[in-house]
């Protein structure tokens, strides 16, 4: 049991970076899976968009666009602090396109995913 808090959103210029925070009230010990979704104006799935993620044992991913969009190094990184029970999205070469709120999630081995309230990232000059 527990709760997530984003932090770390705010304003920040094109070709900007932004690293965002999720803690964990409860731990993140029990993770099989967290994550980051976003959601904009123009989001169509219930959940928003997803961006990135990662195991209990480390292994990450990511949405597609915004990985590969402008560059093959990516923009995004997904990580965690175990000890501090913390999740991070490191963002970076934001573009207007990135401006959302950014929802962090756990999903456990068993049980029902939590959500995070989520923080508003605006990218703008």
């Known amino acids: 049991q527990g709760q997530l808090a984003e932090s770390g959103g705010g304003l920040v210029q094109p070709g900007g970076s932004l690293r965002l925070a999720c803690k964990a009230s409860?731990?993140?010990?029990?993770?099989?899976?967290m994550g980051w979704f976003r959601h904009t104006p123009g989001s169509t799935r219930e959940f928003g968009d997803f961006v990135a993620g990662i195991t209990w044992s480390g292994v990450t991913w990511s949405g597609g666009r915004l990985k590969y969009g402008n560059s093959a190094k990516g923009r995004v990184t997904v990580s965690k602090d175990t000890d501090n029970s913390t999740l991070f999205l490191q963002m970076t070469s934001l573009e207007a396109d990135d401006t959302a709120v950014y929802c962090c999630?756990?999903?456990?081995?068993?049980?029902?995913?939590?959500w995070g309230q989520g923080t508003l990232v605006t990218v703008s000059s």
């Open positions: 999630y756990l999903a456990p081995s068993s049980g029902q995913r939590m």
């Open positions: 409860g731990g993140i010990a029990n993770a099989h899976t």
